[in-house]
């Protein structure tokens, strides 16, 4: 006789009503949310180049994750409006303490070695404790879920493993009793899952630290120089070789749109949880295109510490545009006009392909491309539909004007200059 059920086992368990369910899904999906904005945040203020990667596409996951949950509550018969409602004060404090971490390697214990390894213990809790056949929707999500999870959990240690082997033992002691109140504030909250005891929140005095705000310039760690004039110190000769190497820096230096994309992402509020979902992924994206970069200039012999590395975009964002302008800058002043075909991302994809005849940067061009449409698809739903109710007129009218606003300026200092552009379209 073939098994009835599939393989799934304790088909005969009684396990979590629909609101145990939901009531603890919604808490491990609090953390998933905060956890987005946190990292989005830091990654700009944080000064160790890799570790901004890590916290973008933590970000991403993240935001991946929660809408998971959020979809699968709502079919849990939980409403928008309670699966946002906060868990409570304390935790709400435990995450202030989180993002306000004076460094990195505080920042990254905290995440990587309290709240994290207890989400998942309390999924490897909900999973035991669900029944498995009314369930299995759920068990799914988190099955796939707990890969990334505990990925990121493992790049988290080996950059805390890095950080930690350059910091003194007064140092590493603090943050051994900073964890272990974090920890406690956790508790006192009702844990990852909210079915602990709720307690007093533990006095936190010695730990209380400067909030965190974002940063007027986004640092670089010692091993480069930075320079808010895009492609300072570098030579392109007129020339396809020329135009090659100026495309794989435009790619490399998208770092700082990057950070643009998460100044916008930490510093919008009242948004649908739509919008921080892309917004999340285009933060992970413009990490990814920069990273294209690195790796094509890698691969043919470039030192990537020897050139300035370009912070303009942040800088201009942080500094000149609100939130909601950085965003039209972004999507509809570049990222829409390079869809425009010739030049164009399609243009640059065929450069690569037939001229330059480089097949690593074919491929990283190829999607960029393809990135780019979807990044063109954001700013037509959030800027030319939604805050411009369709007007694209108008849009492109505003958009043009903030090209007009940056390039004066990036002329007001001497270490600033109006922003060559390349001979292809979509520079940042």
Known sequence: MLDPFMGIKDWDKVGLSVAESAERLRHIAYFDRKIMRIAAGRMIACPEYEIKGILARVSWLDAVHHDQLRGRCKQLRMGSSAFDKSPGPVLDALMNAVLDSPGTLELLSALFEVIKPAQIEAISRYMEAAQPIVDQPTLHILRHQLLDREDEIAWGREAIAHLSSSAGKDELDFLQQRNVYLA??????????GTGPAAEMPD???FLTDPFVLPDHSPRDSRYTS??????DIHFEDSDEGRFKMMMYSRYFEMSPAEGVAYVLFETTGRPWAFYLDTARHLWDEVRHSWFGEAAL??????VYEAPNWIGFYEVSKNLFGPEEAYVHLTVAIEQAAMKYPPGKREEWEFARDTAKDPLM????????????VHAGFGKKWVVDTAYEGNVEAARKDADLTWERRNRFMGQAPDRKIIPQSPFAGNY
């Open 184 to 193: 406690r504030l956790l508790a006192a909250g009702g844990g990852a899952d």
């Open 227 to 232: 320079s808010v004039t895009k492609f300072k």
């Open 362 to 373: 074919t491929t990283f061009q190829d999607f960029d491309w393809a990135d780019e449409v």
């Open 204 to 206: 936190s005095d010695e």
């Open 298 to 303: 890698r691969k043919l012999g470039y030192d």
